[in-house]
């Protein structure tokens, strides 16, 4: 059971955290090219996996020297940086999530459902910034996929807690917080600024990742798109969705309409990934929304 932020924080310790297999087995076929790689590759590679992810800027953290170093707030200039070859001697033979998840099976599917939502949030999240003509649309992209992250690493330290926390929040979604409280002991967004701060991560993800930020439109961005994510993972119907999509019809200037018809369709192309994450997909409750009234007229001249 999870005790503390600062117990989860230690386990976390200097080693990176592991990945999905598919993402070290499509690693290493990039990495048989070494510097004849496609930086764009490796870089969708990497942004498939949120512990990937979070293993590579804690390296470029990691690496950073004076005041006036610059951050780097996206995969493909940490790739820039790190050069093709040393980046794949550095993330060469990673922990495997599924090695470590063998004598507990629901466990790992708990994981991988968080890994799943995260991959549609950001999919959401990007697809935003690109209409709004964000020129780095990855830093919103990753923001997404890591504003959840203290969830994540909650599914990998303490699964029987997130556990219970998931099947709270199913129950009531509304509660999130209170769920949290009760059940935890402290709010999720606690163990979310540690390990920022722990993983010497980019402050720009700090800043677009708080919801206390929500007045900037790439952090109200990255809020809409994981709550657009979570409330959809288990249906299309609800108040709490509802209110999302009209929020996200405020951020992009459009019709209500159109920003529904958006985000399912980012929905569907999100979940062509489903095997890497090998956990059901938001998309898939789409077939069981209400088809629109079609009036009586269109129905004749349909017939004749």
């Known amino acids: 059971m999870a005790t503390s932020v600062q117990d989860l924080i230690s386990q976390l310790g200097n080693a990176d955290l592991?990945?999905?297999?598919v993402s070290a087995a499509e690693f290493d076929k990039l990495a048989v090219r070494g510097e004849r790689a496609d930086p764009s590759d490796i870089v969708d590679?990497?942004?498939?996996?949120?512990?990937?992810?979070?293993?590579?800027?804690?390296?470029?953290?990691a690496?950073?020297?004076?005041?006036?170093?610059g951050e780097i707030t996206t995969i493909e200039h940490a790739v820039m940086m790190f050069g093709a070859q040393p980046l794949f001697e550095r993330f060469a033979n990673p922990g495997i999530i599924e090695n470590q998840f063998k004598p507990n099976p629901r466990a790992l599917l708990q994981l991988r459902r968080a890994l799943s939502r995260a991959h549609h949030a950001a999919c959401?999240?990007?697809?935003?910034a690109i209409f709004r003509q964000?020129?780095?649309s990855e830093e919103v992209y990753i923001a997404a996929s890591l504003n959840d992250i203290g969830e994540q690493l909650l599914c990998y330290l303490a699964p029987e807690s997130a556990a219970k926390l998931t099947e709270e929040i199913r129950r009531d979604?509304?509660?999130t917080r209170e769920a949290q409280q009760s059940i935890l002991g402290f709010d999720l967004r606690a163990l979310h600024a540690e390990i920022v701060h722990a993983f010497q991560l980019p402050d720009l993800l700090q800043d677009l990742t708080d919801p206390a930020n929500m007045e900037k439109p790439r952090a109200l961005n990255v809020q809409l798109a994981a709550s657009v994510a979570?409330?959809?993972e288990f249906g299309w119907h609800g108040a709490a969705l509802e209110r999302d999509m009209a929020?996200?019809?405020?951020?992009?200037?459009?019709?209500?309409?159109d920003v529904v018809g958006r985000i399912h369709r980012t929905a569907a192309l999100a979940a062509r990934a489903w095997q890497w994450y090998k956990a059901p997909p938001a998309a898939r409750w789409l077939p069981l929304l209400q088809p629109p009234v079609v009036p009586e007229q269109a129905v004749k001249l349909a017939s004749t």
């Open 18 to 21: 592991p990945i999905l297999s």
């Open 45 to 61: 590679v990497v942004l498939h996996d949120p512990f990937f992810t979070l293993n590579v800027l804690r390296a470029m953290g």
């Open 63 to 69: 690496r950073k020297r004076g005041r006036l170093a």
């Open 124 to 128: 959401q999240a990007r697809d935003w």
């Open 134 to 136: 964000d020129i780095e």
């Open 173 to 175: 979604p509304e509660g």
């Open 230 to 232: 979570r409330h959809a």
């Open 247 to 257: 929020g996200v019809a405020v951020l992009l200037h459009l019709p209500l309409e």
